[in-house]
């Protein structure tokens, strides 16, 4: 919370996983809907925004807005970035309920639409260690926030980076908490690549 970020992003998985629990919507009713091309802005001038990379626009949303006990993620407005896999009732569900979403080729591509459009100029990556690299591998990581506690993940486990690069970084700070969580801060060395 103590970054100053106007959003924050998560690959599909992380998205539905975290913040949505009920079956994907009928889209019946939908089929046949017309939808215009491009993207659609719902609102633009929120505080705060989510920011999921979902290709064909498949997350289940039931609204707009996140909907979390956390104050972090809470009344935080949904974008979705969709490519031109996403079909057509799919986007039409999601004009219905007033998600706005992009249309992406790359990473880069998405960033400069939501600095653009969104005003978003600083965003947390927040899981999907594919998403994760993606950005790493664009250039477009300044920094890494790591929080480590005194557990061992199971075989399941995803790093977090996926198929990445070793790229440098340079310690910024850390702190250590009474119950041996670690809170680590990490700038990465943009010259060094």
Known sequence: RSFDAQG????????????????????????????????????????????????????????????????????????????????KPCLAYLRSIGVSYIYAGTILEAVQKLKEIFGIDMMLLEGGSELNAAFLAEDLVDEVSLVQVPALADAKARPLFLQSQLYAADLRTYEVESDGTLLVRYDIRHEDR
């Open 8 to 87: 924050f992003a998560c690959g599909r998985i992380t998205m539905e996983e975290s913040f949505t629990d009920e079956p994907y919507p009928d889209l019946a009713p939908f089929l046949d809907a017309p939808v215009p091309e491009g993207d659609f802005i719902a609102e633009n001038d929120c505080r705060r925004f989510a920011v999921a990379f979902d290709r064909k626009g498949r997350i289940g949303w039931k609204s707009d807005r996140i909907h979390d006990e956390d104050p972090g993620y809470d009344g935080a407005h949904i974008i979705e970035v969709v490519t031109e896999a996403a079909q």
